[in-house]
Structures are given as structure tokens and as C-alpha cells.
């Protein structure tokens, strides 16, 4: 009933840019939460940075300053806007949206494919 796809990965050398796009459809009523996570090879995934009603937001302690989560008000496209790259943030890079149904107005949770960050000279 909701899709989640991500996109904007690719390989980039240490220090560059990249900005990830989530884009969210289907029976949505709201959207309450998006958050943008990573799992690198034999790793646990991990929450990279949120963002919430009224636009707060949180980011894990080894991306702040170089990480920006943005999004539009209805929060079905967000952004992550990652800067001054490095290798250990390499990763695949998942996308989960927390929100309302229309409809049932039931709860819902959906996650997107991935899309791949490599960080590499």
C-alpha cells in the first residue's frame, strides 16, 4: 500500500558529496517519521538521521556536521544531504517511512530497496 524508493547512490572519492533521495507513494494520510539508515557488509543496520514532525531532526554522533536530512512538508520526498565523505561510510543506504493510512488510518512502516553508497579513492 505505501512504496518507499531510494536513489542518489553512487561511487564517490573521500571528501565528496552525495544527496540521497527518498520518495514515498501509495495510500498515504500522513507521514509522522523518515529515517534514513545503513548497513555495511557484516555489520548491523544502524540509524544514520531522522527527521519528525515539525522538522526536528537527529543524526547519529559519526555523521553530525557533515550529514543534512531534509524534506517537503508532507515529508513524501526527504533528502539526505551527505558531505565530506569518507570510506567508512560506505554502505548500503535503506529508508524507512513511519505514518497514517488513508483510509483505515492504520499505522504503517515501509522500507525502501537501497541504494548504494561506495567510498573510495
Known amino acids: 500500500q505505501v512504496q518507499v524508493v531510494e536513489s542518489g547512490g553512487d561511487l564517490v572519492q573521500p571528501g565528496g558529496s552525495l544527496r540521497l533521495s527518498c520518495a514515498a507513494s501509495?495510500?498515504?494520510?500522513?507521514?509522522?517519521?523518515v529515517g534514513w539508515y545503513r548497513q555495511a557488509p557484516e555489520k548491523q543496520r544502524e540509524l544514520v538521521a531522522a527527521?519528525?514532525?515539525?522538522?526536528?531532526?537527529n543524526y547519529t554522533d559519526s555523521v553530525k556536521g557533515r550529514f543534512t536530512i531534509s524534506g517537503d512538508n508532507a515529508k513524501t520526498t526527504v533528502y539526505l544531504q551527505m558531505n565530506s565523505l569518507k570510506p567508512e561510510d560506505t554502505a548500503v543506504y535503506y529508508c524507512?517511512?513511519?505514518?497514517?493510512?488513508?483510509?483505515?488510518?492504520?499505522?504503517?512502516?515501509?522500507w525502501g530497496q537501497g541504494t548504494q553508497v561506495t567510498v573510495s579513492s
Open positions: 527527521i519528525a514532525d515539525g522538522d526536528s531532526t
Open positions: 524507512n517511512v513511519n505514518g497514517v493510512l488513508r483510509g483505515s488510518r492504520d499505522l504503517f512502516t515501509s
Open positions: 501509495g495510500s498515504i494520510f500522513s507521514i509522522y517519521t
